[in-house]
């Protein structure tokens, strides 16, 4: 099991840009699909985008999709999401992990979640 960090969560307005990322010190980091998840005060977690390990394969939340965008450099074990146009419906703990990434959408390989990154868009 791959064990990663969530980082660059904090507070930001209406419309504007964040852009969180999610890292491992394992090698075999470049050999997994990952993705990311959000949970919401009072809500259940959900899936918001992946991105395959060597295929370029990215899905989408139809939520998040046009203004969310996925990336990875496998160079230095980091898959990014920049989040842009923030609403306050985009409000949440942010999670990643190791998953499986398809058109359908994500599947968690793990039950063991990190602590994530707070997102918090309010004006």
């Known amino acids: 099991q791959v064990q990663l960090v969530e980082s660059g969560g904090g507070l930001v307005q209406p419309e504007g840009s964040l852009t969180l990322s999610c890292t491992s010190s394992?090698?075999?980091?470049?050999?997994?699909?990952v993705g990311w998840f959000r949970q919401a005060p009072g809500k259940e977690r959900e899936e918001v985008s992946c991105?395959?390990?060597?295929?370029?394969?990215?899905y989408y939340a139809n939520s998040v999709k046009g203004r969310f965008t996925i990336s990875r450099d496998d160079a230095k074990n980091v898959v990014k999401l920049q989040m842009d146009s923030l609403s306050p419906d985009d409000t949440a703990v942010y999670y990643c992990?190791?998953?499986?990434?398809?058109?359908?959408?994500?599947?968690?390989?793990?039950?063991?979640w990190g602590q994530g990154t707070q997102v918090t868009v309010s004006s």
């Open positions: 992990q190791t998953v499986t990434c398809a058109a359908w959408g994500i599947v968690s390989d793990s039950d063991d």
């Open positions: 394992r090698p075999t980091f470049k050999y997994y699909a």
């Open positions: 991105i395959g390990a060597s295929d370029g394969f990215t």
